[in-house]
């Protein structure tokens, strides 16, 4: 297996930037990168990025903006699968950093579904609207593969 220099340089800028210091536009910028470098199709990833940003904004991110080309969404199926995938996995990245729940004694609690709180309360609630959408993704894709 060839080595891609390329590859590994934007794999190590994803892992070691994480999104909560960057700027919407280094963040995306990062992603696309990232996603052309490992081979797939331009218009996926155009899908991706405007999903992912579209996600975050709907998740409560106020730096990111919501964006879709309805246009091409409607004509262009490689565009409304990334769109749709990102808005879905953004959206929960999201809520699941906003989520963090901070240190108790001392002690990390990484999974705030495990405390009866507001902050567990909302985390199901998400879990339970992630799941729902994404199972109405999947009826999308199966009808676009036809």
Same mark, same amino acid.
């Given at each position: 297996m060839k080595f891609n220099l390329h590859i590994f340089v934007a794999a190590i800028i994803v892992l070691l930037s994480g999104c909560t210091g960057l700027s919407p536009d280094r963040y995306l910028s990062n992603k696309q990168t990232f996603m052309?470098? &490992?081979g797939n199709p331009p218009a996926y990833v155009l899908g991706y990025i405007e999903?992912?940003?579209?996600?975050?904004?709907?998740? *409560?991110?106020?730096?990111f903006a919501y964006r879709k080309n309805t246009i091409r969404f409607d004509k262009d199926a490689l565009y409304a699968r990334g769109? &749709?995938?990102?808005?879905?996995?953004?959206?929960?990245?999201?809520?699941?950093?906003?989520?963090?729940?901070?240190?108790?004694? *001392?002690r990390k609690d990484s999974d705030p579904s495990s405390a009866n709180t507001i902050e567990a309360q909302r985390h199901r609630?998400?879990?339970a609207e992630s799941r729902a959408a994404e199972a109405e993704m999947r009826e999308i894709w199966e009808e676009l593969k036809k």
């Amino acid at each position: 297996m060839k080595f891609n220099l390329h590859i590994f340089v934007a794999a190590i800028i994803v892992l070691l930037s994480g999104c909560t210091g960057l700027s919407p536009d280094r963040y995306l910028s990062n992603k696309q990168t990232f996603m052309l470098n &490992q081979g797939n199709p331009p218009a996926y990833v155009l899908g991706y990025i405007e999903g992912c940003s579209s996600g975050r904004r709907l998740a *409560g991110d106020k730096r990111f903006a919501y964006r879709k080309n309805t246009i091409r969404f409607d004509k262009d199926a490689l565009y409304a699968r990334g769109w &749709q995938e990102a808005q879905i996995n953004c959206r929960n990245e999201s809520l699941a950093e906003a989520l963090k729940v901070p240190a108790v004694n *001392g002690r990390k609690d990484s999974d705030p579904s495990s405390a009866n709180t507001i902050e567990a309360q909302r985390h199901r609630r998400v879990e339970a609207e992630s799941r729902a959408a994404e199972a109405e993704m999947r009826e999308i894709w199966e009808e676009l593969k036809k």
